[in-house]
T-cell receptor
């Protein structure tokens, strides 16, 4: 089955700096890699995703890169703001279209 | 609001008891997923249903079971509850089973506390 590893588990950055979260996956058949943001006590919400036919995708201050050969993908947040503070989860799909999630990264943006 | 609803929002019960968590997917979504999130833990996939049929199982205990009804709502049944079952239980839904880009929309979760 799919195994998704995520690093780091915690990340603190100064407001305005960039944050990078990295994930690796094991199933070469995976072709969909979403990132979810979860604020304390709330539901995970999709912030960006990438399909296996592209290498990079951007949405304002957020970007995701995918390296299928190396089986890793990363989330990049630029010009971080305090409201970016949350737990971020990466995920990869399986053949049954289930998502296997990484263990999460707690991002703290220090004003 | 994702369009996925879950009830109850909070549930407090005792060890050994049985509870039922309910989920209504977004309108038009046929696939329902259940996840368990323990304190400071990631999201553990439990089980998936598609149009009433079980499609995949993850780390679901034998004490837990689920079903999806003809109106597509789903219930997760947890029995012989233990202290370690205390967690946030999320339901998510997506449009189809084999669509290649199948975004999952999460409900607000049910917080279960076992005393």
């Amino acid at each position: 089955g799919e195994n998704v590893e995520q690093h780091p588990s915690t990340l603190s950055v100064q407001e305005g700096d960039s944050a990078v979260i990295k994930c690796t996956y094991s199933d070469s058949a995976s072709n969909y890699f979403p990132w979810y943001k979860q604020e304390l006590g709330k539901r995970p919400q999709l912030i960006i995703d990438i399909r296996s036919n592209v290498g990079e995708k951007k949405d304002q201050r957020i970007a995701v890169t995918l390296n299928k050969t190396a089986k890793h993908f990363s989330l990049h947040i630029t010009e971080t703001q305090p409201e970016d503070s949350a737990v971020y989860f990466c995920a990869a799909n399986t053949g049954a279209n289930n998502l296997f999630f990484g263990t999460g990264t707690r991002l703290t943006v220090i004003p | 609001d994702s369009g996925v609803t879950q009830t109850p929002k909070h549930l407090i019960t005792a060890t050994g008891q049985r509870v039922t968590l309910r989920c209504s997917p977004r309108s038009g979504d046929l696939s329902v997923y259940w996840y368990q999130q323990s304190l400071d833990q990631g999201l553990q996939f439990l089980i998936q249903y598609y149009n009433g049929e079980e499609r995949a199982k993850g780390n679901i205990l034998e004490r837990f079971s689920a079903q999806q009804f003809p109106d597509l709502h789903s219930e997760l049944n947890l029995s012989s509850l233990e202290l370690g079952d205390s967690a946030l239980y999320f339901c998510a839904s997506s449009v189809a089973l084999r669509h290649p880009y199948n975004e999952q929309f999460f409900g607000p979760g049910t917080r279960l506390t076992v005393l």
